[in-house]
Nanobody, 127 residues
Framework: QVQLVESGGGLVQAGGSLRLSCAAS????????MGWFRQAPGKEREFVAY????????????YYADSVKGRFTISRDNAKDTFYLQMNSLKPEDTAVYYC????????????????WGQGTQVTVSS
């Protein structure tokens, strides 16, 4: 069992930055690949970013949705059982509830592939 708690959401103007954190407890965090998803009102939950469980000298394998590539950065600190989503150059269309999740198996970009989820944190970007 893994418990995940997100923090760091809030209200920011377009062009601004936020850093989301996801603190994990209850299991060996470093064993899990982790992902961030988001869900805007009236829309389906969508993939944002993924980081593998293997920490190589380069910092781990990462993947991003095309809509956030070059603006968002996912990272993890296994010593703190925490992973992060640094969001820069935010746009109004980034407004959503952001969720962190622990990957179980299957496609990294599909929500059913994740078996533990946080409660979500609201990010609102004003124009």
């Amino acid at each position: 069992q893994v418990q995940l708690v997100e923090s760091g959401g809030g209200l920011v103007q377009a062009g601004g930055s936020l850093r989301l954190s996801c603190a994990a407890s209850g299991h060996t965090f470093s064993m899990y690949a982790m992902g961030w998803f988001r869900q805007a009102p009236g829309k389906e939950r969508e993939f944002v970013a993924y980081i593998s469980s293997r920490i190589s000298w380069s910092g781990g394998v990462t993947y991003y949705a095309d809509s956030v590539k070059g603006r968002f950065t996912i990272s993890r600190d296994n010593a703190k059982d925490t992973f992060y989503l640094q969001m820069n150059s935010l746009k109004p269309e980034d407004t959503a509830v952001y969720y962190c999740a622990a990957h179980a198996s299957g496609s990294y970009y599909q929500a059913p592939s994740y078996d533990y989820w946080g409660q979500g944190t609201q990010v609102t970007v004003s124009s």
